[in-house]
Structure formats: C-alpha cells, structure tokens
C-alpha cells in the first residue's frame, strides 16, 4: 500500500517557476521498487504523463513537452518527490497529479496509487 500527497501549486505568470512536492508513505520493511509519475490534466484533455523517478536507483524519464523546463528529484530520507517547473507557460495549466506504480512506465493507466491532486494555473 502506497499513499502520496501532492502540494505546491498555484498560480504563476507565464515565464515563472513553481515546485511541486508529493510525499510518499509506504507500508513499513517494503523492499520492492516502484515509480513515482507525475500526470498533468487540462480540462477537456486526457490524463498525461510528465515525469517519473524510480525509488530504488532514482532513474528518471521526462515527456518531450516537459524535457529542459521541467526536473523531477526525490529526497529519499524525506520519502518526497519533487518537481521543479521552470519556463512555465499557459499550456502547463492543469491538475498535476502524483501516482506510483510498479511498472516502469509513462502510460497513467498502469499507476495504481494516485494522490489527490493539485491545480497549477499559469497566467499569460
């Protein structure tokens, strides 16, 4: 069992910076490895993939539209992962959302443990 809580969003001008923080609670003694993802919803758009981090070796991957602007970390001792949104622009403007998941993998349907999300709205 995995739990995760998402905070750090608001409202940024285009341009700006935000961090977004989701701290992970997991079942005590757990040895396995997972992702954390970080998902991002539009209104009116489907679910997409952002970034995610692997637990164990902290391996990350990025989608093309967040690749150099945006860079997901973890402090390990703080069970926390991080993602720093840099160049923020109108288009950023969702509900990001933290999940994790067994499978290495960008596809948000494969995440069986979601937190509850976090609006970022960016102002042009």
């Known amino acids: 069992q995995i739990q995760l809580v998402e905070s750090g969003g608001g409202l940024v001008q285009s341009g700006g910076s935000l961090r977004l923080s989701c701290a992970v609670s997991?079942?005590?003694?757990?040895?396995?490895?997972?992702?954390v993802g970080w998902f991002r919803q539009a209104p009116g758009k489907e679910r997409e993939f952002v970034a995610y981090?692997?637990?164990?070796?902290?391996?990350?991957r990025y989608a093309d539209s967040t690749k150099g602007r945006f860079t997901i970390s973890r402090d390990a001792a703080k069970k926390t992962v991080f993602l720093q949104m840099n160049s923020l622009k109108p288009e950023d403007t969702a509900v990001y959302s933290c999940?994790?998941?067994?499978?290495?993998?960008?596809?948000?349907?494969?995440?069986?443990?979601w937190g509850q999300g976090t609006q970022v709205t960016v102002s042009s």
């Open positions: 997991e079942s005590p003694f757990s040895n396995a490895n997972y992702a």
């Open positions: 981090i692997t637990k164990n070796s902290g391996n990350t």
């Open positions: 999940a994790a998941g067994y499978l290495l993998t960008t596809s948000p349907t494969r995440y069986k443990y």
